[in-house]
């Protein structure tokens, strides 16, 4: 019932800009807390933006500065704006999103490449 889909994915050069979309269907109750993701394969998965209900975004101090979430709500979608990419950029994007009652759930990934 519940699904997030990523999108927006692809290959640039380092010091371009992508954004990533993510669109959410269903109802997953009441969000508190909705994310974006980071994974290299044989790494763990990384918090890279925090967007909670009140509009306060936060960032890791990786991307801090360079990459910007937002969400429109008419739309049931997420945002990550990606600018000044670099090559350490480069990773599967997932977004998530949590609800009151702890269900987490996860897109499928849109994969991100940086070449320098």
């Known amino acids: 019932q519940v699904q997030l889909v990523e999108s927006g994915g692809g290959l640039v050069q380092a010091g371009g800009s992508l954004r990533l979309s993510c669109e959410e269907s269903?109802?997953?109750?009441?969000?508190?807390?909705r994310d974006w993701y980071r994974q290299v394969p044989g790494r763990q998965r990384d918090l890279v933006a925090r967007?909670?209900?009140?509009?306060?975004?936060t960032y890791a101090e990786s991307v801090e500065g360079r990459f910007t979430v937002s969400r429109d709500s008419a739309k049931s979608t997420v945002f990550l704006q990606m600018n000044d990419l670099k090559p350490e950029d480069t990773a599967v994007y997932y977004c998530?999103?949590?609800?009151?009652?702890?269900?987490?759930?996860w897109g499928q990934g849109t994969p991100v490449t940086v070449s320098s």
């Open positions: 998530h999103a949590r609800n009151k009652m702890g269900g987490d759930y």
């Open positions: 269903g109802s997953i109750a009441t969000v508190v807390v």
């Open positions: 967007l909670v209900p009140s509009g306060r975004a």
